[in-house]
């Protein structure tokens, strides 16, 4: 199974986006999943529902920060930034509510999410986002000699 496919996996088991971006790179990244699992838990929805940034995408970068704990902070920030790009380039944006929007699903900010039905998983594209920055991710990595 691709680490795409472990997230879009993990995000209809129940996980927010964030937490299931950063899953799918747990046997890579060598730390407790409770610990991942936590980390992850206020990003999903854009922030805790704030629909600011996509929490695939801050998944992702939680995950470079584990994966390249040796990187100097301005290649890491410039590794961020082009992980930010390729992932506008594929889905027009890394902003939560947008992407939400441009599915046609209004961006509720709601602290209680909504609960996960099949119609749920239907009208969302967060499940294939999960898996796009996941792939993205695994792309970098492996540019890099880190995968």
């Known amino acids: ?24 790179f747990a046997e890579d ?3 407790d999943e409770a610990f991942l ?15 600011l940034t996509c929490g ?27 992980f930010a790009e390729r992932f506008r380039e594929k889905n027009g944006s890394i902003i939560c509510g947008e ?8 961006p ?10 099949e119609t749920y998983y239907k009208k969302r594209p967060c499940a294939e986002l999960v898996a796009d920055a996941a792939e993205l991710l695994e792309t970098m990595c492996r540019e890099r000699g880190r995968l």
């Open 37 to 51: 699992r936590a980390v992850g838990a206020p990003m999903g929805g854009g922030m805790g529902r704030m629909r």
């Open 29 to 31: 990244l060598g730390t």
């Open 56 to 82: 695939a995408v801050s998944g992702a970068v939680l995950a470079m920060g584990l994966l390249f704990p040796e990187m100097p902070r301005p290649a890491l920030y410039a590794a961020v930034q082009e």
């Open 108 to 117: 509720d900010r709601a602290p209680v999410p909504e609960r996960r039905t």
């Open 1 to 24: 199974m691709t680490r795409a496919e472990r997230a879009k996996e993990l995000f209809k088991e129940g996980y927010n986006c964030a937490q299931a971006t950063l899953l799918a």
């Open 99 to 106: 992407l939400l929007a441009g599915a046609g699903v209004p």
